[in-house]
């Protein structure tokens, strides 16, 4: 199938690095995508790694691309409250953008 | 600046009513696309378009229908709504479909009665 699967939901404590895990379907996806929703709000692009890199590092923002896997993760270090939000993966099919459930993450202080 | 507006943000309506729920952007973006967002579900694609004149399905089409006679405006058009319909519904453009960033509107909520 095309499903791209994220568990529902993680909670941390604020100060703790925040991992969300997603599994995907395409191997000939060219980019995968982390976007973030906060509540009440639409999607917005946080970060994207092309299919050719294992990772890619950005201020907080770790991604983790394993391509035998197909395992993408995303890792927030020191997470705020501010992070608090749905997180989806998304990858490209066919020229389409095919989404996971999304991980809602609730930081605790 | 940049953005995607959609409207209304919130409907609640009857089954069987027809309704439009519009969308525009300010960026020039070819690319549009409507998704509906459930609980548990994630986002799913209804109906998207790669430029003018030019729709295609999605991934859940049924009861939907898209128009693209302008570059900037795409509504989705509901010709007799029902209860399953009620949903969170987005808009969202990009220069390239899928390859690049998406940009996304508000959101609409909808409830059919």
């Known amino acids: 199938g095309e499903d791209v699967e994220q568990s529902l939901f993680l909670s941390v404590r604020e100060g703790d690095s925040s991992v969300i895990n997603c599994t995907y379907t395409?191997?000939?996806?060219?980019?995968l995508y982390w976007y973030k929703q906060e509540p009440g709000a639409g999607l917005q692009l946080l970060t994207y790694?092309?299919?050719?890199?294992d990772m890619k590092q950005d201020q907080r923002l770790t991604v983790l691309l394993n391509k035998k896997d197909k395992h993408l993760s995303l890792r927030i270090a020191d997470t705020q409250t501010g992070d608090s939000a749905i997180y989806f993966c998304?990858?490209?099919?066919?020229?389409?953008?095919?989404f996971g459930q999304g991980t809602e993450l609730s930081v605790k202080p | 600046e940049a953005q995607v507006t959609q409207n209304p943000r919130y409907l609640i309506t009857v089954t069987g009513k027809k309704l439009t729920v519009t969308c525009s952007q300010n960026?020039?973006?070819?690319?549009m696309s409507w998704y509906r967002q459930d609980p548990g579900l994630g986002l799913r694609q209804i109906y998207y378009?790669?430029?003018?004149?030019?729709?295609d399905k999605g991934d859940v089409p049924e009861g939907y229908k898209v128009s693209r006679k302008e570059k900037r405006n795409f509504p989705l058009i509901l010709e007799s709504p029902s209860p399953n319909q009620t949903s969170l519904y987005f808009c969202?453009?990009?220069?390239?479909?899928?390859?690049?960033?998406?940009?996304f509107g508000p959101g609409t909520r909808l409830t059919v009665t």
């Open positions: 960026m020039n973006h070819e690319y």
């Open positions: 969202a453009s990009s220069l390239e479909g899928g390859l690049g960033e998406q940009y």
């Open positions: 395409d191997s000939s996806s060219t980019y």
């Open positions: 378009s790669m430029n003018v004149e030019v729709t």
């Open positions: 998304a990858e490209t099919q066919g020229g389409k953008l095919i």
């Open positions: 790694i092309f299919s050719n890199m």
